[in-house]
């Protein structure tokens, strides 16, 4: 097991009210529509909130984009972050970039996520690398994906964001594992605005030293995901250091947004962080 036992619920370790929390409604509120899930962050206490791909189609409809725009926007909190679409997660799809039959999907999505992200103030796009492909050469994957991750990196840079890049969990084809593996993504890239996704969680389980990982590549991180394990719950369900590893990417010099992406496992899946401390530190211009 990659994390040991603690004694201590991790929900008894305080959280600094500095930090700048937001939401991922994607993964939470998802009993409600998802047109009402802003609202219900803000009626949370929190200003900020992400989402996966809210749309079903790569393209979606002029009508669409503009509704959920609008259901940020009325709700008062500033949409942080935003994935490009990945096809269809629930069935194993992990991303478009890398896909030499679908990169095209992606690259139509590029203006409009950033065009969503312009409006509302968006800092991070996450770019999910896609699954290795029976038939395809992973060299050939990973010379598109560097392609069109520099050709997004460009288009979030005109509106003051980066395109992320994150090692995940639990689909053996993906192969982003480790913070190294994404960094080694970025190094082919070679582009400024594109950085690291450092989800805590995903890195965790599979194994990766994540105190470590932050050390290495804390000047190579645009963005922090976090949930406990094992569980994917909230904090203080399962063994992992949150709060200490959050220390020690704010030594490290890392003073941007924390994504509470989890599943919840309570009636209150934000017990665990005081309503005081909720809102973010860094304000929708």
Not at 76 to 100: E, K
Request: net charge negative.
């Amino acid at each position: 097991m990659p994390f040991p036992h603690r004694e201590i619920s991790e929900a008894r370790v305080p959280y600094p009210s500095s930090r700048s929390w937001t939401v991922n409604c994607s993964i939470l509120f998802t009993d409600l529509p998802l047109h009402e899930r802003p609202q219900a962050a803000r009626d949370a206490g929190f200003d900020a909130v992400e989402f996966w791909w809210p749309f079903a189609e790569a393209v979606p409809a002029n009508r669409e984009v503009d509704a959920f725009v609008r259901a940020v926007d009325d709700a008062g909190v500033r949409l942080t972050g935003l994935n490009f679409p990945a096809g269809d997660m629930p069935a194993g799809d992990r991303g478009l970039l890398s896909d030499p039959s679908r990169s095209h999907e992606f690259r139509d999505a590029i203006a409009i996520a950033t065009g969503i992200g312009a409006r509302l103030g968006t800092t991070g796009f996450n770019a999910l690398y896609g699954n290795r492909i029976d038939g395809v050469a992973p060299a050939e994957q990973d010379t598109l994906a560097a392609e069109n991750l520099a050709v997004a990196g460009l288009a979030a840079a005109a509106i003051g964001a980066v395109v992320l890049v994150e090692p995940v969990s639990g689909v053996d084809a993906y192969p982003l594992k480790t913070a190294a593996d994404a960094v080694a993504v970025l190094d082919r890239v070679g582009s400024d605005h594109v950085a690291l996704l450092l989800d805590v969680y995903h890195l965790a389980v599979n194994g990766d030293d994540v105190e470590a990982a932050i050390d290495r590549y804390a000047g190579r991180i645009g963005h922090v995901q976090i949930a406990d394990a094992p569980g994917r719950g909230e904090p203080g369900t399962g063994d992992l250091p949150l709060s200490a590893w959050l220390e020690r990417l704010t030594a490290a010099g890392y003073d941007g947004w924390i994504g509470c992406e989890y599943k919840p496992t309570g009636s209150d899946p934000f017990a665990w962080l005081p309503a005081g401390a909720r809102a973010g530190s860094t304000t929708r211009a």
